[in-house]
């Protein structure tokens, strides 16, 4: 079993900057990625950032160049850094952990508000 922990969400102005982190605890050598999705009021849930535990990135085309995702191995740890935010980053974010064999495992979730 994996177990998720998301902070970092909050109220911030367009072109501000907000940095997520998610501590992984449990079985964590079975992840074989780590990421966020996000979930806006009447949008599907869409996948933000992923990073494997080889290393390999991928984003959303709506976030490259303003988002990066890494990770701290020591802390099992991920992070979202997301910089020159937008009204349309809004959305409630979701951290996950993805097994090889099974479905994913979610976060709490942390509301990220992007307004003026």
């Known amino acids: 079993q994996v177990q998720l922990v998301e902070s970092g969400g909050g109220l911030v102005q367009p072109g501000g900057s907000l940095r997520l982190s998610c501590a992984a605890s449990g079985s964590i050598f079975s992840i074989y990625a780590m990421g966020w999705y996000r979930q806006a009021p009447g949008k599907q849930r869409e996948l933000v950032a992923a990073?494997?535990?080889?290393?390999?990135?991928n984003y959303a085309d709506s976030v490259k160049g303003r988002f990066s995702i890494s990770r701290d191995n020591a802390k099992n740890t991920v992070y979202l850094q997301m910089n020159s935010l937008k009204p349309e980053d809004t959305a409630v974010y979701f951290c996950?952990?993805?097994?090889?064999?099974?479905?994913?495992?979610w976060g709490q979730g942390t509301q990220v508000t992007v307004s003026s």
């Open positions: 990073i494997t535990s080889g290393g390999r990135i």
């Open positions: 996950y952990a993805r097994l090889a064999s099974s479905s994913p495992y």
